[in-house]
Each structure stands twice: as structure tokens, then as C-alpha cells.
């Protein structure tokens, strides 16, 4: 957080919460709290357990820090202090001292620089994220549903309750994967990825229909600890990376990522799915199969199935 923001969109969280009890919150002109102030939505709440002792510097420091972002305290006990943001700016301008963000957003900074500034609350009826058209949600809803049946069928293990849990949709575009499995007793996290560009941000989208979201570039490491993950899906991600980073690396990071037995699924081109295939049997040791989409032979789109059956002694000893 001293160097980038927080890989999620402004207002995006009802709340956040920070354990560690000697995080400089209160340092370098309160930026760190400025920036839980970006992702949390008008009203929301900071908790902040392991909090330092009433009286202490550190204390003192963060008190001053959260009043001039306009926050109040509405909890202290026991070593927990909760924090609320203002539902508004009215009212607060006059004791903030903090400048507010001018220009153009940060929705799409999330991998430059931190700004030192307060990211102004919209005051219009309607937030940005409820923009996207009811119609295109539904008909993305549609679609998913067909095809997640579609997986379903090919992969029969995916349809058995309790098989997995933790899902990872890796080219999110507006949650409908993650949407279709609704009923089902799984928890995805949708990722926006950053070969996409403004044009593409559906992050947004993806809040508007209760899902969970961040973004990510694939040409790095994914922030999460290995085997993490019962199901990768990749729809046309290989295609979008084509141009910026090798294959072989997002590849070896979905293998680090994911727990062994469970399963990757990738939509993308015939050509691409060849390439993967031929790497991930050779080098990665996964069982693959490749079959027809859900129009059928004449798709040039086709689903490739994979299933990490082998791990190393260090997997074993990390499962474990």
C-alpha cells in the first residue's frame, strides 16, 4: 500500500479490516488510510483489530489521521476500533484536511502510483456501478448458464456438491461464470485483468451483481498463497495476453495456484488450446482434454478440460 493501490475499485467494499496492530497507519500524511477510504463505499467501515492503546503516539496518530479524512469513531473495546466513513462530503470539507482527487479517476491507476489525496463520495442519486443495462445482465446470465452446463456435462465431477470450493474466474468480464454457479456451494473470485484495458473494466459490473472482484495483471504473480484454488477458468485469457507475456508463465502460474487432483478450464481459440496442450502434457504433466463448444464442431472456439494429477513432495508437504 506505500506503492500502489489496493486492486479494487473506489467504493467497492462495505467494509475492510486490518489485524496487524503495528501498521504505520498513521504515517506518511495518513496515505495508507486514504486509500482504505478509496475502496470503501459512503458509510462503510474500517475495523481495526490489535488497535495500539488509547494514549500512545500511535494512537493519537491515527485518530488524527481518521478525523481528517471526516471519519467517526463508533467503537473502541477490548483492542477493536471501528472506524465509519461520512455518506457524504457535505459538511466535511471545512475540517478535512487531506486535498481531494481532481481529474480523472483512479479506477484505472490500480497498478501506477498512490495518489496522496481523498477520492471525492459521488453525490449523484444513482453510482456508477448500477450503469450497466439490466437487459445485457441478463442475457450474460443466459449465456453462462448454458455453458456452465456445457462444462458440467464434459466434467461430471464439476456438478458434485462439495467437491469445490474455491473458484477462480481469471478473465471475469461481467461475473456471469461465477453468477450461473449462484446455487451452487462455491465461492468464485472474479479477476478483471489488465491486458484489457478502460475499455473492458467490468469490475464494476461484477459488484452491481453481488459478486467479488479484483484486478490483476497475468504477466504476474497472483497475490495468494499456493494451492489456493479447486477450479481455474480461463475465457479467451491466452488470447488477450498473446502480445504482452509468454504463455509458458501464466501457465506455470496457474500450476502454483492450484491445489493437485482439481481442474482448469480455458475457452479460447483452436491454435492456442494446441499450444497449451502440447506444453501442459510435456512439461506440466496434467491430463487434458479438448472439446467441441456449445455450437458445436464448426466453433472455431473450442474448451479445453485439465486435471493436476501430479504434485511434488513440497505440494504434498504444503496440502498437508
Same mark, same amino acid.
Given at each position: 500500500?506505500?506503492?500502489?493501490?489496493?486492486?479494487?475499485?473506489?467504493?467497492?467494499?462495505?467494509?475492510?479490516?486490518?489485524?496487524?496492530?503495528?501498521?504505520?497507519?498513521?504515517?506518511?500524511?495518513?496515505?495508507? !488510510?486514504?486509500?482504505?477510504?478509496?475502496?470503501?463505499? $459512503?458509510?462503510?467501515?474500517?475495523?481495526?483489530?490489535?488497535?495500539?492503546?488509547?494514549?500512545?503516539?500511535?494512537?493519537?496518530?491515527?485518530?488524527?489521521?481518521?478525523? &481528517?479524512? #471526516?471519519?467517526?469513531?463508533?467503537?473502541?473495546?477490548?483492542?477493536?476500533?471501528?472506524?465509519? %466513513?461520512?455518506?457524504?462530503?457535505?459538511? #466535511?470539507?471545512?475540517?478535512?484536511? $487531506?486535498?481531494? #482527487?481532481?481529474?480523472? %479517476?483512479?479506477?484505472?491507476?490500480?497498478?501506477?502510483?498512490?495518489?496522496?489525496?481523498?477520492?471525492?463520495?459521488?453525490?449523484?442519486?444513482?453510482?456508477?456501478?448500477?450503469?450497466?443495462?439490466?437487459?445485457?445482465?441478463?442475457?450474460?446470465?443466459?449465456?453462462?448458464?448454458?455453458?456452465?452446463?456445457?462444462? %458440467?456435462?464434459?466434467?461430471?465431477?464439476?456438478?458434485?456438491?462439495?467437491?469445490?470450493?474455491?473458484?477462480?474466474?481469471?478473465?471475469?468480464?461481467?461475473?456471469?461464470?461465477?453468477?450461473?454457479?449462484?446455487?451452487?456451494?462455491?465461492?468464485?473470485?472474479?479477476?478483471?485483468?489488465?491486458?484489457?484495458?478502460?475499455?473492458?473494466?467490468?469490475?464494476?459490473?461484477?459488484?452491481?451483481?453481488?459478486? *467479488?472482484?479484483?484486478?490483476?495483471?497475468?504477466?504476474?504473480?497472483? $497475490?495468494? $498463497?499456493? /494451492?489456493?484454488?479447486?477450479?481455474?477458468?480461463?475465457? &479467451?485469457?491466452?488470447? /488477450?495476453?498473446?502480445?504482452?507475456?509468454?504463455?509458458?508463465?501464466?501457465?506455470?502460474?496457474?500450476?502454483? *495456484? !492450484?491445489?493437485?487432483?482439481?481442474?482448469?478450464?480455458?475457452?479460447?481459440?483452436?491454435?492456442?488450446?494446441?499450444?497449451?496442450?502440447?506444453?501442459?502434457?510435456?512439461?506440466?504433466?496434467?491430463?487434458?482434454?479438448?472439446?467441441?463448444?456449445?455450437?458445436?464442431?464448426?466453433?472455431?472456439?473450442? *474448451?479445453?478440460?485439465?486435471?493436476?494429477? #501430479?504434485?511434488?513432495?513440497?505440494?504434498?508437504?504444503?496440502?498437508?
Amino acid at each position: 500500500m506505500a506503492a500502489r493501490p489496493m486492486a479494487a475499485r473506489s467504493s467497492s467494499s462495505p467494509w475492510r479490516e486490518a489485524s496487524r496492530p503495528f501498521s504505520p497507519w498513521h504515517l506518511h500524511g495518513g496515505q495508507f !488510510l486514504m486509500e482504505i477510504d478509496r475502496v470503501l463505499r $459512503p458509510g462503510g467501515y474500517w475495523v481495526h483489530s490489535g488497535a495500539p492503546a488509547n494514549g500512545t503516539q500511535e494512537c493519537a496518530g491515527i485518530d488524527a489521521a481518521a478525523a &481528517s479524512l #471526516c471519519w467517526r469513531s463508533v467503537a473502541d473495546q477490548n483492542g477493536v476500533t471501528i472506524w465509519q %466513513k461520512p455518506a457524504s462530503h457535505v459538511g #466535511c470539507n471545512a475540517a478535512m484536511s $487531506p486535498l481531494f #482527487c481532481t481529474g480523472q %479517476k483512479r479506477e484505472h491507476k490500480w497498478d501506477g502510483d498512490v495518489d496522496p489525496c481523498v477520492t471525492p463520495i459521488e453525490e449523484s442519486a444513482a453510482p456508477p456501478r448500477e450503469a450497466t443495462a439490466a437487459g445485457t445482465l441478463r442475457h450474460d446470465g443466459e449465456t453462462w448458464k448454458g455453458r456452465v452446463a456445457r462444462y %458440467k456435462a464434459v466434467a461430471t465431477h464439476l456438478g458434485q456438491k462439495g467437491r469445490l470450493r474455491n473458484l477462480l474466474d481469471m478473465n471475469a468480464r461481467l461475473g456471469g461464470f461465477a453468477a450461473a454457479l449462484a446455487d451452487d456451494p462455491v465461492w468464485v473470485m472474479n479477476v478483471v485483468p489488465a491486458a484489457g484495458g478502460g475499455d473492458t473494466d467490468t469490475l464494476s459490473a461484477i459488484y452491481q451483481r453481488g459478486l *467479488i472482484g479484483a484486478y490483476h495483471d497475468w504477466c504476474e504473480p497472483l $497475490p495468494t $498463497p499456493a /494451492m489456493s484454488y479447486d477450479l481455474l477458468h480461463a475465457d &479467451s485469457l491466452f488470447t /488477450m495476453y498473446r502480445d504482452r507475456c509468454a504463455m509458458e508463465g501464466i501457465l506455470l502460474e496457474m500450476d502454483r *495456484i !492450484l491445489r493437485p487432483g482439481r481442474a482448469v478450464i480455458i475457452r479460447d481459440d483452436i491454435a492456442i488450446l494446441s499450444k497449451i496442450k502440447s506444453f501442459v502434457i510435456d512439461r506440466m504433466r496434467w491430463d487434458v482434454q479438448i472439446v467441441d463448444g456449445e455450437d458445436g464442431a464448426d466453433d472455431h472456439e473450442k *474448451i479445453l478440460f485439465a486435471a493436476k494429477t #501430479c504434485c511434488n513432495d513440497e505440494d504434498r508437504d504444503q496440502e498437508q
